[in-house]
C-alpha cells in the first residue's frame, strides 16, 4: 500500500445505486482549474493521513493532493483503486470531490465509483454509489444524501442536526473510503488527478477571524442588534 502524509468545471457526474454525483465549474484552462469551494466549507484535507491500494512511482499521494490538475494519481495493481482517508478525531464531512479528465486519462477514467465510511477498514459501509460517462473536470459526491435512513447509518456517523440552522448536511466519521470499482472502456489503472475532502465550516467562528471580503461586517453585539429592525 502507497501511503502519504497529511498533504484544488466539471461536467459528466451521473447518478448511481446511492446518491449522485454534481460537476463543480472551475476557472482557467486544464492546470489551473481550481475549485471553487463555497464559503461555508472548508478543505479538511491537511488534518487526514492518506494511503493509496498502490502507486505508479512518481504519481502517489503527493501528486494528488499538489492542487494542480496537471498531476495525477495512477494505480498500479487489481480493482479496486482505493483511496483512504483517515482522521485522528471524528469529522464533519459533506462532500468529496475529485478531478477527472476522459479526454486526456481515456481508458484510465474511473465509470464507477464506490465512497465508504467507518471507523477504519473493518467496519466501512458503502454510502455513495455514482457512475461516471466520459467525466470532464470536478465531480462531487455529497456523503449525507445517502441511501441510509438515520437509524441504519454506522456506529460512527451522524446525520447533521436539522435544528442547525443554515449549516451545511455532513456525515461524523473516522474513515472515507473512495473505491474506483471500474473504468472507462475497460481500462485496468486508474487516474485522478486531485481530491478535496470539503465539512462544514465550524458555526462558532468568530467574526475577527472571517475576511471581510468573504463575511461582510454585520450587526452582531447585543447593543447594535436592537437597531435591526428599525426603519
Request: glycine share 12%; hydrophobic share 30%.
Amino acid at each position: 500500500m502507497s501511503e502519504g502524509g497529511p498533504g484544488q468545471g466539471g461536467q459528466g457526474g451521473q447518478g448511481g445505486q446511492g446518491g449522485q454525483g454534481q460537476g463543480h465549474s472551475g476557472q482557467g484552462g486544464h492546470g489551473g482549474q481550481g475549485l471553487e469551494v463555497d464559503d461555508e466549507f472548508r478543505d479538511l484535507g491537511p488534518e487526514a493521513a492518506w494511503s493509496l491500494s498502490s502507486a505508479k512511482q512518481g504519481n502517489g499521494v503527493e501528486q494528488l493532493r499538489d492542487g494542480s490538475t496537471d498531476t495525477f494519481w495512477q494505480s498500479d495493481g487489481p480493482q479496486p483503486h482505493l483511496i483512504n482517508i483517515q482522521f485522528q478525531r471524528k469529522v464533519k464531512v459533506s462532500e468529496i470531490c475529485f478531478y477527472v479528465c476522459f479526454k486526456i486519462d481515456e481508458s484510465y477514467t474511473p465509470s464507477r465509483i464506490s465512497v465508504r465510511i467507518g471507523t477504519a477498514h473493518h467496519d466501512l459501509q458503502e454510502v455513495q454509489v455514482i457512475e461516471l460517462k466520459e467525466p470532464d473536470g470536478w465531480i462531487s459526491i455529497p456523503l449525507a444524501k445517502s441511501s441510509f435512513r438515520p437509524t441504519e447509518l454506522p456506529a460512527s456517523c451522524t446525520l447533521r442536526d436539522a435544528d442547525m440552522g443554515g449549516a451545511r448536511e455532513f456525515v461524523r466519521t473516522h474513515f472515507i473510503q473512495l473505491a474506483v470499482l471500474t473504468n472507462h472502456q475497460n481500462g485496468r489503472d486508474t487516474h485522478i488527478r486531485q481530491i478535496k475532502v470539503l465539512g462544514p465550516r465550524s458555526s462558532t467562528r468568530s467574526i475577527a477571524e472571517v475576511p471581510r471580503e468573504v463575511c461582510p461586517l454585520k450587526l452582531q453585539t447585543r447593543d447594535l442588534m436592537q437597531f435591526a429592525s428599525v426603519r
